[in-house]
């Protein structure tokens, strides 16, 4: 089996884990608060990255050098913020229509790219953000008279995480994906910990169990993640991450009854097929820029 092949097989698992554990996720966000839920997940993932980092080569200390000790911390309390907001939205408005949002992430990556990072977006990408844009547009329409404002609420999610995506690439370019991936779990986990106790829920037996197995998803879905990164760039692995919106759909109907409109396949159709272009093109212009700079 080539090291190619390996990735791809740790970046399906990793996605297939991901899927599971927003499932779960789901179901206790429906009886916990999520700010709770993601407080204790990320106790086991927090602890997680300080065992990798002590594994690594230097130890601890090693690992936890940055050049930039703000950003770091940033992006940390960015994805904690972000968890919360997915849980929620799994919660109140769907499985399926929220990975539907979502999957427009890659889309606000590349708007936000050119005021933060200066890159040049040219007819092609921009044809793309707009096409994008549109499939949003067709997720986010009322079927009814009204508006679902709760819908806001994953467009919010999105916005965030292509926040802390654009601080990862930022930090990328001083620090080692090691030691990004320590402050995401350590400062996430500190962040949990000083708001989290304050809605800290008695948990039924039962719900311990479906917790302790969130906490595992977890930690074995970040580590074959991991994995994938290291035999496969990000233009590799981006595409396969829209199979979460395949298994949220699937689970969202199959197990809590969720219903799939004409709008929300139509729309989630355009925005898969315009992230995916503008991953590609995002590595071929990067390609061709490294080219040049040889």
């Given at each position: 089996?080539?090291?190619?092949?390996?990735?791809?097989?740790?970046?399906?698992?990793?996605?297939?884990?991901?899927?599971?554990?927003?499932?779960?996720?789901?179901?206790?966000?429906?009886?916990?608060?999520?700010?709770?839920?993601?407080?204790?997940?990320?106790?086991?993932?927090?602890?997680?990255?300080?065992?990798?980092?002590?594994?690594?080569?230097?130890?601890?200390?090693?690992?936890?050098?940055?050049?930039?000790?703000?950003?770091?911390?940033?992006?940390?309390?960015?994805?904690?913020?972000?968890?919360?907001?997915?849980?929620?939205?799994?919660?109140?408005?769907?499985?399926?229509?929220?990975?539907?949002?979502?999957?427009?992430?890659?889309?606000?990556?590349?708007?936000?790219?050119?005021?933060?990072?200066?890159?040049?977006?040219?007819?092609?990408?921009?044809?793309?953000?707009?096409?994008?844009?549109?499939?949003?547009?067709?997720?986010?329409?009322?079927?009814?008279?009204?508006?679902?404002?709760?819908?806001?609420?994953?467009?919010?999610?999105?916005?965030?995480?292509?926040?802390?995506?654009?601080?990862?690439?930022?930090?990328?370019?001083?620090?080692?994906?090691?030691?990004?991936?320590?402050?995401?779990?350590?400062?996430?986990?500190?962040?949990?910990?000083?708001?989290?106790?304050?809605?800290?829920?008695?948990?039924?037996?039962?719900?311990?169990?479906?917790?302790?197995l969130v906490c595992m998803t977890s930690i074995s879905?970040?580590?074959?993640?991991?994995?994938?990164?290291?035999?496969?760039?990000?233009?590799?692995?981006?595409?396969?991450?829209?199979?979460?919106?395949?298994?949220?759909?699937?689970?969202?109907?199959?197990?809590?009854?969720?219903?799939?409109?004409?709008?929300?396949?139509?729309?989630?159709?355009?925005?898969?097929?315009?992230?995916?272009?503008?991953?590609?093109?995002?590595?071929?212009?990067?390609?061709?820029?490294?080219?040049?700079?040889?």
């Amino acid at each position: 089996m080539t090291s190619k092949t390996q990735g791809y097989i740790f970046a399906l698992l990793a996605l297939t884990i991901f899927s599971l554990q927003d499932a779960i996720s789901k179901h206790l966000a429906t009886a916990y608060p999520p700010i709770f839920v993601t407080m204790i997940r990320y106790w086991a993932f927090a602890l997680f990255t300080i065992i990798l980092a002590s594994k690594m080569r230097g130890g601890l200390k090693a690992t936890a050098r940055t050049k930039r000790p703000f950003l770091q911390v940033t992006r940390g309390v960015l994805l904690a913020v972000q968890v919360v907001l997915a849980i929620t939205c799994f919660a109140v408005i769907g499985l399926a229509r929220s990975q539907a949002i979502f999957s427009a992430t890659p889309i606000l990556i590349a708007l936000l790219a050119m005021p933060i990072l200066g890159e040049r977006v040219g007819w092609r990408r921009w044809a793309a953000i707009g096409a994008g844009l549109f499939g949003v547009l067709l997720i986010l329409k009322p079927e009814g008279e009204f508006f679902d404002v709760k819908l806001l609420l994953a467009v919010i999610s999105c916005f965030n995480f292509a926040f802390y995506v654009i601080a990862t690439r930022l930090v990328s370019r001083d620090d080692s994906s090691m030691t990004s991936f320590f402050y995401t779990g350590v400062v996430g986990g500190v962040t949990m910990t000083l708001v989290g106790p304050f809605y800290w829920s008695w948990m039924a037996p039962g719900d311990w169990g479906w917790m302790a197995l969130v906490c595992m998803t977890s930690i074995s879905s970040h580590y074959f993640l991991i994995r994938a990164y290291d035999v496969l760039d990000a233009a590799a692995v981006q595409p396969l991450t829209y199979l979460s919106l395949v298994y949220a759909s699937i689970i969202g109907m199959v197990i809590y009854g969720e219903t799939l409109s004409f709008n929300m396949i139509v729309g989630s159709a355009i925005v898969v097929a315009a992230g995916i272009f503008t991953v590609w093109r995002e590595h071929v212009v990067g390609r061709r820029a490294a080219a040049a700079a040889n």
